[in-house]
């Protein structure tokens, strides 16, 4: 039995073919203006990696994401947050702490040993600690975000940015700029700004290792490394690409809404 | 009851709670009624209906922006006095021929310091507010209502005898026991009404003439005894916070699955839930003690955490509550720690709650709908 999950986020859309036991192929898409297309490229193409020809041949699908309700082949739609937590989990079992940043939000879940969700916080009021803070302040430093990942673990110093909102956190990196502060030292500057937030948000829903990071962001080491500094615990990585925890997640329902 | 015959039940009920002005106040205003608008649960409203007056409760509704009200606010205001404020600026409360402010939170103070300086509205009062509940406040509570009363008989030239004012608290106490028949229905396993129904029932009880709406409730209740039921939700959720007035912001719950079957919110259960003493030979007194005491608990009230935790437990009990939904206005310093308290207290009790931080325009539907179908998913429902 081969099935389905849909994860149509707010800068990517990322869909997932899988079967009984393992992830077949997955693809990621740049969000388009209409949540349904940026489904439809994501899934119609991770199918063809899948070695399938037709969307059709899924048993079931799962759409999740912001654009979940506009994901017109999927039969079911689950909050991201389920999703992820599912999906983190099934990748690592030990995970019991899921913080997931995308493009427009992050969230934190605190998880049990099966993978179900005890508790979760979220932030999509601001873009504080999220994938458009990221490129904000990539665009001010002109580092791009490659730079944002790898240049923060040269900076010996992080410069402090004590702002939580991203349009004043860009005033302040303006002035470090012209105060010759070192680019580096800069960028490890923001990761430990939004470091310090994912922090409050997990204790929020309290720390329980294992800790995972999943969303686009995840692929942003400098921050992965401040967050550690500041939980004191190791931040696992997964044996898969963490963008795909939510459609990974979206699949897995999927499959056991087929057994149900 | 088919679809058809549901809306029309509810239709009076949901256009006075969907706008400011509705047709009976129209009415009223048109035959020479005088119309007092009035802030927060507090305000003993039964002294206005023993003058002869309407009690019209302060709401933001409609309200697309807050640009004229900004310029009178710091950046820590709520959005629910902004948005009420902007819509007086824009002269949608011209109507009113008074207005009553309370000392409940800083928030609605400003409002009248604002008011007091740039609307003419005849009739402005402040009332003062004790902090803490014991028989010492009610005293001073009871001080409060006289001099409301006397103010009141001064400028709308009127007489308040003790006896007008035991028969406004005989309306009001009417209107709470039908509001509170309303929601015995509501803890059936199929309920006959939603929540966004019962919430926009309980805001026209805030804007229409008390006897007029009485009647109208009397007929809904009628309709609603023998009504079928919701059968088809995933869970029983209760509302726990402040000044929510807007029966949308429920609809979007509901639409996912959580039916909304009790509350613990100004305009809901916190405005009914108990009676004033229709016998007390005082009846300032017996309105003191009531607003003071026996009115279901404010967080702005010091020491009485308890008895809003209680009131909290029965209501999960008595309506069979699968989780509850704490939502707070953002800058509202007076709930900013309860439901901290709700969450440990639920937790403890095993049951699942929710923190929802919102603006007052119930606008980012998006993320109400994703947290709600989070929290249901997280319930196992």
């Not at chain 2, 019209?56 to 309200?63: E, P």
């Not at chain 2, 009610?138 to 008989?153: C, F, K």
């Amino acid at each position: 039995m081969i099935v389905g999950g849909c994860d149509v986020g707010s800068t990517t859309g990322k869909a997932v073919v899988l079967n009984e036991t393992a992830v077949l192929s997955h693809y990621i898409v740049p969000s388009t203006t209409k949540p349904e297309q940026t489904a439809r490229i994501a899934m119609e193409e991770a199918v063809r990696m899948a070695g399938l020809s037709s969307v059709d041949e899924l048993a079931y699908i799962v759409g999740t994401g912001y654009g979940r309700l506009k994901v017109s082949f999927a039969h079911d739609n689950v909050s991201e947050i389920t999703c992820h937590a599912r999906g983190a989990h099934w990748l690592n079992p030990a995970v019991r702490t899921v913080v997931d940043i995308g493009g427009q939000d992050c969230k934190v879940m605190s998880l049990d040993e099966r993978g179900k969700v005890l508790e979760f916080v979220m932030n999509d009021r601001c873009a504080a600690g999220t994938g458009r803070f990221f490129e904000a302040m990539a665009r001010v430093l002109g580092c791009g975000l490659d730079g944002i990942s790898s240049l923060a673990n040269q900076g010996a110093t992080p410069a402090t940015i004590s702002s939580q909102c991203s349009v004043f956190a860009e005033s302040e990196v303006v002035t470090l700029i012209n105060e010759g502060v070192d680019v580096a030292d800069i960028i490890a500057g923001i990761n430990h700004a939004v470091a310090k937030r994912l922090c409050s948000m997990v204790r929020r829903v309290g720390l329980a290792e294992e800790l995972t990071l999943t969303g686009g962001c995840s692929k942003n080491d400098g921050l992965a490394r401040a967050l550690e500094q500041k939980l004191g615990v190791s931040v696992r990585t997964l044996p898969q690409d963490p963008q795909i925890a939510g459609a990974v997640g979206a699949a897995l329902i999927a499959s056991e809404k087929v057994r149900a | 009851m088919d679809t058809e015959g549901r809306a029309k039940a509810f239709e009076e009920f949901a256009g006075a709670a969907g706008a400011i002005m509705n047709p009976a106040v129209a009415a009223w205003k048109a035959q020479g009624g005088r119309v007092v608008g009035y802030f927060c649960s507090h305000v003993p409203t039964e002294v206005l209906t023993a003058a002869g007056l309407l009690p019209f409760r302060m709401r933001g509704t409609g309200s697309t922006g807050t640009e004229l009200a900004d310029a009178f606010f710091s950046n820590i205001n709520c959005s629910f006095v902004r948005n009420t404020f902007n819509l007086a600026l824009q002269g949608d409360y011209d109507f009113l021929d008074g207005l009553v402010c309370v000392s409940s939170c800083d928030h609605v103070r400003r409002v009248y310091d604002n008011w007091k300086r740039n609307l003419g509205t005849p009739f402005l009062r402040i009332i003062s507010l004790p902090k803490k509940v014991e028989d010492a406040q009610v005293g001073w509570y009871r001080d409060e209502v006289a001099i409301l009363r006397e103010a009141v008989e001064k400028h709308f030239e009127v007489t308040i005898s003790d006896e007008r004012l035991r028969e406004a608290i005989r309306l009001h106490n009417r209107t709470r026991r039908l509001q509170r028949e309303l929601y015995e229905l509501r803890k059936k396993e199929a309920p006959p009404l939603t929540g966004a129904e019962t919430l926009a029932v309980m805001v026209a009880g805030t804007a229409m003439p008390r006897q007029h709406y009485n009647e109208a409730l009397e007929a809904l209740l009628e309709r609603l005894r023998g009504a079928n039921g919701q059968r088809d939700y995933r869970a029983r959720l209760m509302i726990v916070g402040g000044e929510l007035d807007d029966p949308r912001y429920l609809e979007v719950i509901e639409e996912q699955g959580g039916l909304v079957v009790t509350d613990a919110v100004c305009f809901g259960s916190k405005a009914m839930w108990n009676l004033v003493d229709e016998e007390a030979s005082d009846p300032s007194e017996a309105l003191a003690r009531y607003y003071i005491q026996g009115q279901p608990s404010c967080p702005r009230m010091h020491g009485d955490q308890p008895r809003r935790a209680a009131f909290l437990m029965d209501m999960v009990r008595d309506f069979r509550v699968d989780g509850v939904v704490g939502e707070r206005m953002m800058f509202c310093d007076l709930w900013c720690v309860e439901h901290y308290m709700n969450d440990l207290d639920l937790k403890e009790a095993g049951v699942p709650f929710i923190r929802l931080d919102r603006e007052y325009n119930a606008s980012a539907k998006g993320q109400l709908r994703t947290r709600i179908q989070a929290f249901l998913e997280t319930m196992g429902k």
